[in-house]
């Protein structure tokens, strides 16, 4: 299996989060980015497919090793930054013959400054003690700062104990940049005049800020042990500050501060007097910040480490990114997602296959909502294999009428709709979906049905698993609204995803409930998806008004059964917004219903030779203007058909009422004897294009 570094990045997101702990936006993550069959679960796994095996290694027999990769990761990456940097400036020093080596003012005289370097110092390392002096600590003794000084090369004294501390110590400039690299930086090396030595505290002061410029430290930090006890309460208040030097003069001019005052000062003072503040005071402080956030630039290039300040951070969930329907958030932070459990997808497997022990076709599963590029046919959707047809010939038959008859234009001009905008498609696709859901619900509410991308439930001995319905959680809206927006933030799952038919299927009937969808049935062992993976006039009926009803009359049929008994029959209750057309009612197996044939807008769903497909006109005449002497087009799309031009139909109905009969039966296209289900002895014309036999 290829390596998908899209999902190695979020496995590895994952880990870092689930190790400190972070549930919440572990849940926003997966809700945001559902897990698929390429993430990675298990640690061992992840760090084989980063090569960090030697890393990790090396991290286990730390002191105080780091939990999570992610943390490994970058702290090797800042160890060969810095590592690098120490060479460039090695480099330099070499070629402006600066170089110091620190020695100790005892040298024997017979031995040159460097020879006693190569001796004593050879796995020497620098750093402070408690107070203010500098200590040497080396493989055979320690050496204070009294013995100290600074050598060239050449074994030149250019230094004493006093100059090599100041040297050693000297604060950031105005830069950001330590006295050292100031002096790296120069040509020509001027010795500067012993300076006075400075207070403990200020010289701690410094010390932290170096530490949090070369990265050791994420931010000042408190002197005293009860503070410490405060980390995690504090963290519920602060929040990430980045602030840049035109935005520290601006802070700066707010507050009435003089320009030389550092930022980072002014942190620090504060971190070395909150020993004495209250927790009242601390908490307001903190408040004070977050008040005070800078939120940056979208035309800021990049941003400057070294003036960076960094605050803890709480688990908080990140601002939601804008969606092009307006109230997103309030959208998504009033519904909650709830998975499908064992027994509701065994009741799904029963109203849908009949049995919970049965499987989805990969017909099914690979089908999703995808347009046709062809230019002819943009807004027809592509069927890669027979078996949903009659759920996209729905979908597409609401699509057509988004796009050609909600907005008032005229003939011409709804041809030019039929060559829509990959944004317009789009949109129409979630506005139908919507229509269909929002109808199946009664319009009072609508479940969305989610692929999470994880199992939420294991199999058992009375339900068989196949990863469709057990990595499923569903979203319960009651306005109309809210539906668009939730259908729209994961309209990708649907239209380019796989399983994008079942999807709205089982929304369908989540929104209708399994209960109603098996009363609107004639029978109650009656599937939606028939032998061979078909969909049966059940499913369609679903889609096209809301109702699972099993026939296609208008209203309901009773049946004396004898014995004083009688079967209720259910059909269409009112005159519907998609029509319907059967070559069954063309053999006399059953007649469809006014609602059906005569519906508001002229686009009907055609049922020929077990298969669904769309035959729809441009004008909203056909449905009001009698049937005698009309003249006019209609367009016809079958997904399924690997169609690759417009097929225009040209219909003529005569006064005369001429019958066709006397033609072969077998020479007629199905799809013309659907047509004149609906106009009698209607003439056909296919204008130059081959018809579909």
């Keep these: 299996m290829a390596i998908c570094v899209e999902e190695v990045s979020a496995s590895l997101v994952?880990?870092?989060?689930?190790?400190?702990?972070?549930?919440?936006?572990?849940?926003?993550?997966?809700?945001?980015?559902?897990?698929?069959?390429?993430?990675?679960?298990?640690?061992?796994?992840?760090r084989q497919v980063l090569h960090i095996e030697d890393l990790y290694r090396a991290n286990k027999v730390r002191s105080s090793p780091l939990r999570t990769l992610l943390e490994i990761i970058v702290k090797y990456h800042i160890e060969v930054h810095n590592d690098d940097k120490m060479a460039c400036r090695s480099d330099e020093t070499d070629s402006l013959q600066s170089a110091f080596v620190i020695s100790?003012?005892?040298?024997?005289?017979?031995?040159?400054?460097?020879?006693?370097?190569?001796?004593?110092?050879?796995?020497?390392?620098?750093?402070?003690?408690?107070?203010?002096?500098?200590?040497?600590?080396?493989?055979?003794?320690?050496?204070?700062?009294?013995?100290?000084?600074?050598?060239?090369?050449?074994?030149?004294?250019?230094?004493?104990?006093?100059?090599?501390?100041?040297?050693?110590?000297?604060?950031?400039?105005?830069?950001?940049?330590?006295?050292?690299?100031?002096?790296?930086?120069?040509?020509?090396?001027?010795?500067?005049?012993?300076?006075?030595?400075?207070?403990?505290?200020?010289?701690?002061?410094?010390?932290?800020?170096?530490?949090?410029?070369?990265?050791?430290?994420?931010?000042?930090?408190?002197?005293?042990?009860?503070?410490?006890?405060?980390?995690?309460?504090?963290?519920?208040?602060?929040?990430?500050?980045?602030?840049?030097?035109?935005?520290?003069?601006?802070?700066?001019?707010?507050?009435?501060?003089?320009?030389?005052?550092?930022?980072?000062?002014?942190?620090?003072?504060?971190?070395?007097?909150?020993?004495?503040?209250?927790?009242?005071?601390?908490?307001?402080?903190?408040?004070?910040?977050?008040?005070?956030?800078?939120?940056?630039?979208?035309?800021?290039?990049?941003?400057?480490?070294?003036?960076?300040?960094?605050?803890?951070?709480?688990?908080?969930?990140?601002?939601?990114?804008?969606?092009?329907?307006?109230?997103?958030?309030?959208?998504?932070?009033?519904?909650?997602?709830r998975p499908i459990d064992r027994h509701t997808a065994s009741e799904l497997k029963l109203v849908l296959l009949g049995s919970s022990l049965k499987c989805f076709t990969p017909e099914w599963i690979n089908q999703g909502f995808t347009f046709s590029e062809m230019h002819d046919l943009r807004y027809g959707m592509v069927q890669k294999k027979a078996g949903p047809c009659g759920v996209l010939a729905s979908i597409q038959a609401f699509i057509l009428k988004k796009l050609l008859f909600e907005s008032k234009t005229s003939c011409n001009a709804r041809l030019q709709h039929l060559r829509p905008s990959n944004a317009t498609r789009r949109k129409c696709l979630v506005l139908a979906m919507a229509e269909v859901l929002w109808r199946a619900g009664e319009e009072k509410q609508a479940t969305v049905a989610i692929n999470t991308g994880r199992t939420l439930f294991t199999s058992s001995r009375h339900y068989k698993s196949e990863g469709v319905l057990e990595k499923i959680s569903c979203f319960t809206v009651d306005s109309i609204t809210d539906l668009q927006l939730l259908l729209e933030q994961h309209i990708e799952q649907f239209e380019t995803g796989e399983l994008g038919c079942l999807l709205l299927t089982i929304s369908a009937v989540l929104s209708r409930s399994v209960d109603k969808t098996r009363e609107d049935m004639d029978e109650v062992t009656t599937t939606l998806i028939g032998a061979h993976g078909y969909c049966t006039q059940e499913l369609v009926n679903l889609l096209l008004v809301g109702q699972a009803v099993s026939n296609v009359f208008d209203g309901n049929m009773e049946l004396d059964s004898g014995n004083t008994s009688s079967t209720l029959l259910k059909g269409i209750k009112a005159h519907c917004n998609i029509g319907l057309l059967s070559l069954f009612e063309h053999y006399n197996v059953f007649k469809v219903g006014d609602y059906l044939k005569n519906p508001l807008f002229p686009i009907w769903v055609v049922c020929s030779e077990s298969h669904f497909s769309v035959l729809f006109g441009l004008q909203g005449e056909l449905i009001t203007n009698p049937d005698k002497g009309l003249e006019f087009d209609l367009y016809y799309y079958d997904g399924l058909a690997n169609q690759q031009e417009e097929i225009r139909l040209t219909i003529s109905v005569s006064k005369s009422s001429v019958s066709c009969q006397n033609v072969d039966g077998d020479l007629i296209p199905p799809l013309e004897l659907c047509i004149r289900t609906r106009w009698k002895d209607a003439l056909v014309r296919w204008n130059d294009t081959e018809p579909i036999l």
């Excluded at 190790?19 to 992840?46: F, V, W, Y």
């Excluded at 307001?284 to 003036?307: A, Y």
């Design 14 to 46: 994952r880990e870092y989060l689930s190790r400190k702990g972070l549930k919440r936006t572990i849940a926003c993550m997966d809700e945001e980015h559902p897990r698929t069959q390429s993430s990675i679960n298990n640690r061992s796994h992840l």
């Design 104 to 337: 100790s003012l005892d040298l024997s005289p017979t031995k040159t400054p460097s020879q006693k370097n190569e001796s004593n110092l050879e796995h020497s390392t620098i750093s402070f003690d408690s107070g203010d002096r500098i200590k040497l600590r080396s493989q055979d003794k320690e050496v204070s700062t009294s013995q100290m000084a600074v050598f060239s090369l050449d074994g030149e004294r250019l230094m004493g104990h006093s100059e090599t501390k100041s040297w050693l110590c000297g604060s950031a400039d105005e830069n950001g940049q330590s006295n050292t690299t100031s002096m790296h930086d120069n040509s020509c090396f001027t010795m500067n005049e012993p300076e006075k030595k400075p207070p403990v505290n200020e010289l701690i002061q410094r010390r932290q800020l170096n530490r949090v410029r070369r990265g050791m430290m994420a931010g000042p930090i408190t002197s005293t042990i009860q503070e410490s006890t405060k980390q995690r309460q504090s963290r519920k208040v602060g929040v990430p500050q980045l602030l840049f030097r035109n935005e520290e003069e601006e802070l700066r001019q707010s507050r009435n501060e003089l320009p030389g005052n550092s930022l980072q000062q002014k942190v620090l003072e504060k971190s070395s007097s909150s020993a004495t503040e209250t927790p009242k005071n601390l908490e307001k402080d903190r408040q004070d910040r977050n008040n005070r956030r800078i939120v940056m630039s979208k035309t800021q290039p990049s941003m400057i480490l070294s003036e960076m300040v960094l605050d803890d951070i709480d688990d908080e969930l990140p601002e939601i990114p804008k969606m092009s329907f307006e109230n997103t958030a309030t959208a998504r932070s009033s519904h909650t997602p």
